[in-house]
């Protein structure tokens, strides 16, 4: 298995401007987990899904953020409109969901400057 | 609010010697505890787990405590080598949910 996959692996843009982040988990994995992390605030958590729906967005942000997950193979996390402050990486990660050692499995990243 | 604290930002040790890294929590009664070893341009990779009714966990060179009473996991690299150098991050969770929360990291050098 390739693993988690996130694209693009650099983003940078303009204040304002939306941005797109994808991410594949590993086939077969039920929960899938976005991440930021910078190195004020260390690795949180944005918002997660079980079997494709989101369970606990608490870590938003602001309604700037949004994360959907059409199917069990793919997730976008949306910032719009973006800003400064948003820079960062951007982590995805999937689990088996509730196995019994429950590790995250993360991709590479996103990172992400907002001009 | 849950508050996760490891030791320092940052810990050198000299190649050989055992490294150990500590991770308290507050404010949460975690069933489980997870470490997680981050190299620099990439995500973090699962090492070990350890129970809230274990006392120790090994693997390999690496060794974990986790004392509930205390609110606290060591965890230890024994006959550290370079390639050891990382960020080290403790991740706490509970029985059915799947989230975890993280620490902030500590970040080992390794000194040949």
């Known amino acids: 298995d390739a693993g988690v996959i996130q694209s693009p692996r650099h983003e940078v843009t303009e204040m304002g401007q939306e941005v797109t982040l994808r991410c594949k988990p590993i086939?077969?994995?039920?929960?899938l987990f976005w991440y930021r992390q910078t190195m004020m605030r260390g690795l949180e958590l944005l918002i997660y899904f079980n079997n494709n729906v989101p369970i606990d967005d608490s870590g938003m942000p602001e309604d700037r953020f949004s994360a959907k997950m059409p199917n069990a193979s793919f997730s976008t996390l949306k910032i719009q409109p973006s800003e400064p402050r948003d820079s960062a990486v951007y982590f995805c990660?999937?689990?088996?969901?509730?196995?019994?050692?429950?590790?995250?499995?993360f991709g590479p990243g996103t990172r992400l400057t907002v001009l | 609010s849950q508050k996760i604290e490891q030791n320092s930002e940052a810990l050198n040790i000299q190649e050989g010697k055992t490294a150990t890294l500590t991770c308290n929590y507050t404010?949460?009664?975690?069933?489980?505890l997870q470490w997680y070893r981050q190299d620099p341009g990439r995500g973090p990779v699962f090492l070990l787990l350890i129970r809230e009714n274990e006392k120790e966990k090994r693997k390999e060179r690496l060794k974990v405590t986790f004392d509930t009473t205390l609110k606290q996991s060591l965890f230890h690299i024994t006959a550290s080598q370079p390639a050891d150098s990382a960020t080290y991050l403790c991740?706490?969770?509970?029985?059915?949910?799947?989230?975890?929360?993280f620490g902030t990291g500590t970040r080992l050098t390794v000194i040949p």
């Open positions: 991740a706490l969770g509970q029985t059915g949910a799947n989230n975890l929360f």
């Open positions: 404010n949460y009664s975690p069933a489980y």
């Open positions: 086939s077969g994995h039920n929960s």
């Open positions: 990660a999937s689990s088996h969901g509730g196995g019994d050692r429950n590790e995250q499995f």
